[in-house]
């Protein structure tokens, strides 16, 4: 239940407080002094009280990068608002910062605009005379670039209370966001008891007034306070991030083996279940490589426990030849892929939505497989359990894309009411039909019931070989034929089982969106500020990526231009050489075009950043030749 | 059915299935004429028949190569995957499934090359299982490279002016493994010594690895001939707690050294041996290292009700 914000305390009125619809907040610091925590913190006290909230992580590739770096920034991005907010928006409005250098890097990803607040630390003025000298440019570089900076003295303030303070700074900045945010201190108190409810008192205590000074720190040192009113909702909420929500999935999908190697950013989902799957009914195994643990997987799979492998690019790459052997033998299996930037090692803490084509076709042969992508941290948790029903409904690998975006991305949604229908059912061990074969493919669907071990007479040796339907070795051309055509023929039954997509906005128009996966939130708030300013845009976003949802030529032909947004790699047509002959597109561009014979432009880029609304509100601009931005 | 056990003269229940060997055979064997898979094949079904392993209960897991055929050949459940990856298949079988028997075939290319690997972590997780090495010392399906385990100077196809690396010594690498718990070396030629090892392997509780020294007429006769005709090229490892052959098939052997499998550090020095004579037997056995399969099974059959009691103790920490 959501609690009710009615203990304000008194002090909030004393002064006049700004109501805003939403507040995009930073915090940024060096790894390791709980920047995090304390976004989490803000974003968890923010759902409570009935807010929109979408936090996305600040994460540098290294766990400990040089301190004071300007690439090592390690934070938050928490977005807030009193409607719903899916996505982590374009510039802060405000940001605290533990030193004034991590700040560069955020300023390169365009991250601030003239006129965000900069709350910095200023200890460092009066650090070594080096350090000294680089605060004091950057404060007046800072200036000169239009942010209104607040140099505040956060380490001294918090030594009025504890003898450590980069221990318990960030509560320190959560009680000060508080105050400027209008956030109920009796829901933050709560927080932080839960954040420390593992340690003793002696330190909850400490944290609590680290809380409270930095609210009052708050009520006499600053011009500017914000209200975002907010409505309670009646439902259940929970609030937490994409891989948490795969990991409650596998779980409630009665899923008995997760079977991974650890990889960025995909392990998170399995430390979030370690503790419970075993109580679950469930196992992790953790593999000696990841081509072990697609293994190990297909063979609980084989074995009647269908299982999940978890993983990122790289461990897809090597996982291929299971793959492939998964799709030839049928065995139902559910892959996921939480995307990073790549190719090779890449990008391993930054999002990037790079895998399709390699999912979609990195096989040898013909191998088609099911492909879905959760678009919100909720579908997260809902398509995991979809998978394994798809997995064993049409006897196949099925993949879940999602990506680093998704895995930090932490916003808050209805709580999914566990059905014991969800699970696995019992293996069946009753003896196999006699007569039946081990591949009767369906002449219509090319679907086929799979005998498990232990079912008596249905004895039969799986093999990665071409087979007939007994899985017996067949090189003849004709059995090889209907094999390969049976295997994609379940990709069309299962699309004719497929709704066309929604679509966001007018059923035609001038330009029509296209995306995938994380990409949603930011699709459709551009989409709907540019209708805002008379654009006609709308948009759709697709789930199932294999087989592809139905209706899309249709859809495609309402509308005068149609563009995908995605966020990997794509030719720029004017670029040195590039034309529109050769220009290579982006991945989903690049598979719609084929499907569909469309002519489908797209925007896409691997800055490694999660899209925002503003980067498609641009090229709107251009394209549609508007001005939709203010 | 009705059958009796000769042993006891008893007989058993109507409805009580028995098993012969034939049950086990599946389709005629398509390996080279003369190779030491059709005895092993043979010896293996063997096997099942005597402990009766109901065919749906027993399942055969395999690589690539010469070897991995062998699911092929038999009438129970198999799984002929990918090269080198049978171990981390065999082990996610196993892991739940606690009913089944399960036996693991891999070649020395498989196993001791590019499932390496694997090889080398499944002797750790120690899950109770069979693997049978097949070792012939060369790539055969694939027509005459070196493998890991030709011997010095091996000619073959990528090798025409003999191997230039020293091979690895599977039993010696093995008992070097974290964990290891069944190590024994047995040959395709002497089906009495096979026999005794395949039953010792399979009565072991955790994972019994038992290289089998296999001929292969077509690409290296002339590795193997010496050791086959040669009564002084073998060595029988003997033990009351080691592989126990009758004084007939005993006496086929010309040397005979007592080895207690216990002892690990001896069992490293026997394997030495290999370079003057081929030591036969159990090399080591330990029935108490830590079984994987155990954790792997235990939690297994909670109730639904438990299993969402569980996810909703954690949904709960999410709850706003």
Known sequence: MISNPASQPSETNRFERTKIKEAIIEIVSDSGEGAQKCGQSLGAISAKMGNGVWTVEIIPAEIQPPARSKAGASGIRVRMGSNKITNMGDHADLVVALNEQVLYGRIDQNAYKPGTYLLIENKWATHTEETAIAYKESIEHFKELGYKIFEIPMEKECLKHVSDAKKGKNMWVLGLLCNLYDRDLEIAENQVKYIFRKKDEKIIQSNLELLHAGYEYATENFPMHFTIPSKLSEEDYVVMNGNEAISLGVMAAGIEVCSMYPITPATSATHAMAETIESAGGIIHQAEDEIAAIGFAVGASYAGKTAVTITSGPGIALKTEFIGLAVMAEVPLVIIDVQRGGPSTGLPTKVEQGDLLAVLYGAPGDSPKVIIAPSTIEECFHFVILARKLAESFRTPVFVLTDANLATGVQPFPRPKIKSEWFAGPIDQSPWKEGVKVYDWDKNTGISKRPIPGQKGGMYTLTGLAHDEDSHVAYDPAINQRAVESRSRKLAALRATLKPPTIHGDQEGDMLLVGWGSTRGAIEEAAERAREKGAKVSSIHLRFLSPMEPGLKDIFSKFKKVMTVEINYSDTVGNPLITEENRRYSQLAWYLRAQTLTDIDCLSNVFGQPMSPIQILKRLEKELNLTLID | ?320
């Not at chain 2, 028995?18 to 010896?43: F, M, N, P, Q, V």
């Not at chain 2, 009913?99 to 002797?123: K, M, Q, R, Y």
């Open chain 2, 1 to 320: 059915m009705i059958s009796f056990q000769p042993d006891f003269c008893e007989i058993l229940p109507p409805d009580e299935e028995h098993y012969s060997i034939e049950d086990y055979g599946s389709s005629k064997a398509r390996w080279c004429s003369g190779c030491g898979a059709h005895t092993i094949l043979h010896s293996v079904q063997k096997l099942c028949e005597e402990e009766q392993l109901p065919p749906e209960k027993t399942v055969f897991v395999s690589g690539i190569g010469c070897s991995s055929r062998f699911p092929h050949y038999m009438k129970t459940y198999g799984f002929h995957g990918l090269h080198g990856r049978a171990l981390p298949v065999a082990s996610g079988v196993k892991f739940r499934r606690p009913d089944l028997n399960v036996f693991v075939i891999t070649g020395d290319g498989d196993c001791c090359s590019i499932g390496a690997g694997h090889w080398v972590h499944a002797i750790r997780y120690n899950m109770k299982m069979v693997v049978l090495l097949f070792d012939n010392s060369i790539y055969g399906l694939t027509k005459k490279q070196t493998s890991p385990t030709s011997p010095l100077g091996t000619h073959s196809n990528t090798h025409p002016r003999g191997s230039v690396i020293p091979p690895i010594n599977p039993i010696q690498s093995t008992l070097g493994f974290a964990n290891v718990s069944f190590v024994a070396q047995t040959i395709d030629w002497k089906p009495a010594h096979l026999n005794a090892t395949l039953k010792k392997a399979f009565d072991h509780p955790g994972l019994a690895f038992v290289r089998i020294v296999q001929r292969c007429p077509i690409w290296m006769r002339d590795t193997y001939e010496p050791t086959v005709k040669d009564p002084n090229a073998l060595t029988l490892l003997d033990h009351e707690d080691g592989i126990l052959l009758d004084e007939k098939a005993k006496s086929t052997f010309r040397h005979i050294q007592q080895h207690d499998p216990s002892n690990l550090i001896k069992a490293r020095e026997v394997a030495e041996l290999v370079k003057e004579t081929t030591p036969i037997g159990l090399f080591y056995q330990n029935k108490n290292a830590i079984r994987y399969d155990e954790y792997g099974a235990h939690n297994l059959g909670i109730s639904v009700e438990e299993r969402i009691g569980a996810i909703n103790t954690l949904m709960d920490r999410y709850a706003i």
